[in-house]
């Protein structure tokens, strides 16, 4: 016979209801206020952005100006902590792995950051620009040495691409065969 699970002690809210801590599965239960009784409903999670107020949240999940800058904001941080720890891996890199972390964990909401990721990506051509213009001053590379830096580019992305239809290739024949979804 299997024991029912242990609760934390509940803590008494603001609103006179109490809110209680299934240790075995680690989420929150709630007691409704006015009856006392366990109403047996998980309550969600903070907010990812609950620091914030609603109007606040409001204005960032509508605002393509400040997801912009809070991806920028993301990258300046990667590259403060590759600056501070000397680490030799590009700060953009550092960036991508705190705002993958805190997606996965539900810190902040896709949706908060979707409309500035998508103006980012829309507007890439314009960050190689300066690339392009970096290249143009050596002239080196219109030569043999830039013939065979083109063939390795495009061997690279050649490869690149073969291996990734391969993998797929193999987990969709894995899938079929294993009835996954």
Not at 47 to 53: C, H, I, M, R, V
Not at 117 to 131: D, S, T, V
């Amino acid at each position: 016979m299997r024991a029912a699970p242990a609760r934390a002690p509940a803590i008494t809210g603001v609103s006179g209801g109490r809110i209680g801590h299934d240790a075995v599965t680690g989420t929150v239960i709630g007691v409704d206020a006015g009856t006392g009784i366990d109403t047996n409903h998980v309550l969600r999670p903070a907010l990812p952005l609950s620091g914030l107020t609603v109007r606040g949240r409001y204005v960032l999940r509508n605002s393509q100006l400040l997801q912009i800058a809070a991806i920028f904001a993301f990258w300046l941080l990667g590259e403060a902590v590759v600056r501070f720890c000397d680490i030799p891996v590009p700060g953009g890199i550092i960036g991508m792995v705190v705002v993958f972390s805190l997606l996965a964990s539900r810190r902040i909401s896709l949706r908060s950051m979707r409309r500035g990721a998508q103006w980012y990506l829309a507007e890439m051509l314009l960050f190689f620009i300066p690339a392009v213009l970096a290249v143009l001053n050596h002239h080196e590379l219109f030569g043999v040495l830039g013939a065979k830096v083109l063939v390795v580019i495009l061997g690279s992305t050649a490869s690149v691409i073969a291996v990734t239809a391969l993998v797929m290739d193999l987990f969709v024949r894995f899938r079929g065969r294993h009835d996954l979804v």
